[in-house]
């Protein structure tokens, strides 16, 4: 079996882009992966092109040999975009191996550990904040719109929410400091205004949700060390299920979690062992 292309596909998902990429093959199978990411979509399937160059004519079920030959020619620009291109590719070269075996992907990594997933309502809340018009939803103008969201994560089953910072309005929004903005945005610093909003945010959605079930809250980069610390501090009392910080600096990240209470979650922007080693052995992060 040969690789014989690869296509790329950014799809208009309505408030984002998505990327996906196929891989074809002279057998006719063809393996779909996902490497989406919403700010820059052009450059990420762009890379994943690039790629082609190299594995065009190469057996695509020797899964880590074609990793390795993409990590090599990606070697002087690790991470970011070209590590969200091999991503992909290499999910859809695991697909090709599963189909051609007559297996499920999960299989070749050992079977399922479990038949149900718990899953939580993730952007519940941020996805509606300036988007509700295109996602066909009510809009978030006052607190009680946010209690009424809060009631429909319970009657839909949920069991946990995670938000972000959402601020109701006539124009919803969500605090966005750590990805762009005006004068003074790259500060990364809280003030008691935003650190009492948070309270009220996290307040109105565990009054509508009741005790049981799990809130998380997710701060993005919008924060460096010491305004991350101050506000889950503020939220220890708030039964948190965990507060997500993103930071590129492990003794920063563990800092925070040291000072609080607060389950610290972190990593999704993470790209291999090698950036998740410096985390787990800093012991940063909880989840």
């Known amino acids: 079996m040969k690789i014989t292309g690869i296509d790329t596909f950014v799809v208009d998902a309505g408030w984002r882009p998505w990327q996906f990429v196929a891989v074809r093959t002279d057998q006719g199978l ?6 989406s990411d919403g700010r820059m979509p052009y450059s990420v399937v762009g890379s994943a092109k690039e790629f082609e160059t190299i594995l065009l004519d190469r057996d695509p079920r020797p899964v880590e040999a074609r990793y390795w030959d993409m990590y090599r020619m990606a070697r002087q620009s690790p991470g970011g975009i070209a590590a969200k291109a091999i991503a992909g590719i290499e999910l859809a070269l695991w697909d090709i191996k599963a189909k051609a075996l007559g297996v499920p992907v999960y299989e070749l990594f050992g079977g399922p550990l479990r038949t149900r997933q718990r899953v939580y309502w993730s952007h519940c809340g941020s996805s509606r904040a300036g988007n509700h018009e295109i996602i066909g939803v009510p809009p978030l103008k006052t607190w009680d719109d946010i209690t009424d969201l809060g009631r429909e994560v319970v009657a839909r089953g949920f069991t946990a929410l995670k938000t972000n910072i959402v601020y109701p309005g006539e124009v919803a929004r969500t605090y966005r ?3 762009g903005g005006g004068e003074g945005t790259t500060d990364g610093t809280v003030d008691n205004a935003t650190l009492d909003h948070i309270r009220t945010l996290i307040g109105t959605f565990r009054d509508a949700v009741g005790p049981n079930v799990d809130i998380a809250l997710d701060l993005n980069f ?9 506000i889950c501090r503020a939220l220890e009392d708030m039964r948190m299920m965990w507060v997500e910080v993103d930071m590129y600096e492990p003794d920063g990240l563990r800092e925070v979690r040291e000072s609080t209470r607060v389950t610290i979650c972190s990593g999704e922007n993470l790209f291999t062992s090698r ?3 410096r985390y787990f052995e800093a012991r940063a992060m909880d989840v």
């Open 30 to 35: 063809t393996g779909d992966g996902e490497c």
């Open 177 to 179: 400091g750590g990805f």
């Open 222 to 230: 919008n924060f460096w060390v010491e305004a991350a610390k101050r």
């Open 275 to 277: 950036d998740y080693r």
